[in-house]
T-cell receptor, first 108, second 116 residues
């Protein structure tokens, strides 16, 4: 099976940078995805890492270390609209499993 | 392209009643997922289909939940009889590639079920 651990909450200031971590335990791991979910909305895909290293998409970057079973999502130039829950999800030889999510609050 | 369609958006039922949810995935997506999301928690996988075959249903409470995906396209999820703890948002998602290498799943807006 698979399990993922994420901090439950993080607060950051508008314009700053925030890092949200994810550690996983899994068998047959293929890759780590990140999803954003606003209150009352559907999860939306942000990024996916299959290989070690950093993937950058605009203000969002995601990192994976397969040897450490660890990844993180980095958000730069935080905006108020980034306030949401962020989930990591692992894919492998078991179906896509989500962590419990980190609730990000961006304050002025 | 059209997204994942789900209906209804909201449903309120009494405990012990039955309810069904419908999902139409993105055209051409072979993999379809049903997730249960309780308020404040991450989505929990209930069942995953690859075309019209079940890949994983290990967390589906089979005494009360059932799901089918006829002809490998639309899917329905049924609860019979419902319990108070079934109150949650039921999310349907689909992805293009096979489950072992799925990198992006597209989610519908979900059905918010309240059992009273």
């Amino acid at each position: 099976g698979q399990s993922l651990e994420q901090p439950s909450e993080v607060t950051a200031v508008e314009g700053a940078i925030v890092q949200m971590n994810c550690t996983y335990q899994t068998s047959g791991f293929y890759g780590l995805s990140w999803y954003q979910q606003h209150d009352g909305g559907a999860p939306t895909f942000l990024s996916y890492n299959a290989l070690d290293g950093l993937e950058e998409t605009g203000r969002f970057s995601s990192f994976l270390s397969r040897s450490d079973s660890y990844g993180y999502l980095l958000l730069q130039e935080l905006q108020m609209k980034d306030s949401a829950s962020y989930f990591c999800a692992a894919s492998g030889n078991t179906p896509l499993v989500f962590g419990k999510g980190t609730r990000l609050s961006v304050i002025a | 392209e059209a997204g994942v369609a789900q209906s209804p958006r909201y449903k309120i039922i009494e405990k012990r009643q039955s309810v069904a949810f419908w999902c139409n995935p993105i055209s051409g997506h072979a993999t379809l997922y049903w997730y249960q999301q309780i308020l404040g928690q991450g989505p929990k996988l209930l069942i995953q289909f690859q075309n019209n075959g079940v890949v994983d249903d290990s967390q589906l409470p089979k005494d009360r939940f059932s799901a089918e995906r006829l002809k490998g396209v639309d899917s329905t999820l049924k609860i019979q009889p419902a319990k108070l703890e079934d109150s949650a948002v039921y999310l349907c998602a689909s992805s293009l590639v096979g489950w072992s290498t799925a990198s992006e799943a597209f989610f519908g807006q979900g059905t918010r079920l309240t059992v009273v």
